[in-house]
């Protein structure tokens, strides 16, 4: 009679893949200025997606090998809060942190009112200047971008007040633009990414605010348009780290940046779980893949 032997490791499962995760970390964008104030800096944008970009002209950031059974932090942030008087500036947006990964929340714009235009802030995309309210010889300056993340915002106009318009807030994928004479400010542009399946636009600047006989600046990327003449700016989109637009001319209310937000990418092998809860999140599978959107709170996730 034949003996057989069986080999104990011909059936064995298969190794699964490694736990590498691909990322889209976006901070929140900051708060619009007043009174042809500037438009807000969008939030800091960081990517590891493959064939795409971080933000302020940077390439794609190495992708992450993590461990089964650990945690990482997470963090949304929250949109900075546009200016509810006539003279107000805008605040900076919340950082977004997904582990060792941390985005810088967009630049609060700069007032137009007072005899000089205050200035924009510095963050993951700088806020923009307010323009001058009497004359004087500058308007106030954009704030800086984070390098990697965003570009600096522009500087508002200066000369008499009409006419004249707040800075743009600074992108992702551009810088802000002076404000001028002739006609409002578009937000800086903001970066394309196709991690969920969809190509979509985030991170845009906010329009600048306009002067008498002007209307806002045009903004893109989930920015928020600059308010016209006599109205109020926009604010940038939920999830978007879009900047808030600039206040026309007048005492009306800027608008408040686009919340933050998380994407991760990695083998349809693993499940993800937010231990002690705290995050909102979704997860949809394709391709091999699956891909979870956070798009709220503070807690930790972990895979399994």
Known sequence: MDTFIINPYRFAAAAPPALTVEYLVIAAGGGGGANRGGGAGAGGYRSSVTGENSGGGASAETALSLSTATTYAVTVGGGGTGSTTNSGVGTNGGNSIFGTITSTGGGGAGSGSGNNGSNGATGGSGGGGGADGGGATTGGTGGSGTTNQGYAGGRGSNGPETYQ???????????????????STTGGLGVLSS??????ERAGGGGGGAGIALTGGTASGGGGAGGDDGASGSSGSTNTGGGGGGAGSGNFVSGSGGSGVVILKYPDAYTISNPGGG???STSTAGGYSVTTITAGTGDVEWT
């Open 195 to 200: 991690i969920t399946g969809s190509s979509v």
């Open 279 to 281: 995050l909102t999140l």
């Open 165 to 183: 318009s707040g800075g743009s807030g600074g992108g992702a994928g551009g810088i802000g633009i002076n404000g001028g004479s002739v006609t």
